[in-house]
Nanobody, 127 residues
Framework: QVQLVESGGGLVQAGGSLRLSCAAS????????IGWFRQAPGKEREFVAS????????YYTDSVKGRFTISRDDAKNTWYLQMNSLKPEDTAVYYC????????????????????WGQGTQVTVSS
């Protein structure tokens, strides 16, 4: 079992930055694959970014490439989503998700491939 706690959401103006955190407990970083997803009002949950257990493979949805960066602090068992140049269309609830003991260099982009989910954190970008 993995427990995930997200933090770092908030209200920011367009062009601003936020850093989301996802702290994991119940397992060590090298067993965990992390995915970030988001869900805007009235829309389906969508993939944002993911990072492999190895830490060396990352994927981003096209709309955030060049603006968002996923990273990991092994000592803290915590993952981050650095979000720069935020746009109003980035407004959503952001969820951190995890899978255990998956392919070491895999970073899935489908929600069904993740077994554990955080509670979500609201990100609101004003224009």
């Amino acid at each position: 079992q993995v427990q995930l706690v997200e933090s770092g959401g908030g209200l920011v103006q367009a062009g601003g930055s936020l850093r989301l955190s996802c702290a994991a407990s119940g397992s060590t970083f090298n067993r965990i694959t992390i995915g970030w997803f988001r869900q805007a009002p009235g829309k389906e949950r969508e993939f944002v970014a993911s990072v492999s257990r190895s830490g060396g493979v990352t994927y981003y949805t096209d709309s955030v490439k060049g603006r968002f960066t996923i990273s990991r602090d092994d000592a803290k068992n915590t993952w981050y989503l650095q979000m720069n140049s935020l746009k109003p269309e980035d407004t959503a609830v952001y969820y951190c998700s995890a899978s255990l003991d998956g392919y070491y260099h895999g970073a899935p982009r489908n929600a069904y491939e993740y077994d554990f989910w955080g509670q979500g954190t609201q990100v609101t970008v004003s224009s």
